[in-house]
């Protein structure tokens, strides 16, 4: 990437932390980064290591070969109007974390065919483990593995076909919430069985890290690992078939569901 240049436009939690994952990873030098803000003064800190910061979205897409769209949705068509003038379909490739906006939007209302992937962390990405979808309907195979290099400086990213973004929001984006309420859940258990409240909560996130990790590092599946804990008559499977008993499988399997619904109809009414 010596020869490149990438322009985050929006330098908010997202645009920030791949800005300094792309840097920790050597994929990208600090001078080769531009980020903007309307606040550019809370840039500064990045200006003095080496960032480029400014408020002009203009100026940042001229001088970049890679542009980051990480702004929210309802400010989209003001930046696309500001950055069109500096925009090459022969020079630019754009990669938009902004949900519910597919590539072909953005290629619309551009009224030119420039290369877009979307892309899709989740709020992990602040500590480089973040979930991330790729898709596109346009960009090169070339430009779709640069997208996933990229992301995979934040955490782990996997390439979906785009029509699956709106699912990927409620498995990946929501369940953030989602794990962390059943880890909440399991701390005010360790509460009421004897537990101090935070030291609870400790045990509880980390026994589900230690659970997320064995199917990761393991390539296992949840019920082989489940399996290995489970004795006859014996006290997890006493505990899991109470669960299940009281709709823990079917709530989450109905929540994510609702969460998609839920994301279908908020792309449909942008």
Known sequence: MDNKHIS???????GLSLAKGLVKADIFKPQHITLTRRNVAALQP????????????????AKADIIVLAILPQQLNKLLDEIKPALNPDKHLLISVISGVSCEDICNYLGMQIQVVRAMPNTAIAIGQSMTCIATTNASAENLTLVKSLFDTVGVSIQINEELMTSAT????????????????????????GF?????????AQTAKGAADLLLQLASHPEQEIDKVTSPKGCTIAGLNEMEHNGFSSAMI??????????GVLYKND
């Open 254 to 263: 109905k929540g994510i569901k609702m969460s998609a619904d839920k994301a």
């Open 46 to 61: 990045l200006a003095h290591v080496g960032y480029h910061v400014t408020s002009d979205n203009g100026e940042a897409v």
């Open 196 to 204: 101090h409240a935070h030291d609870a909560l400790k045990m509880a």
């Open 8 to 14: 985050i436009l929006g330098s908010g939690n997202i």
């Open 170 to 193: 409620a498995l990946c984006a929501c369940g953030i919430a989602f794990f962390l309420r059943s880890i909440r859940a399991a701390s005010q258990g360790g509460t009421e069985i």
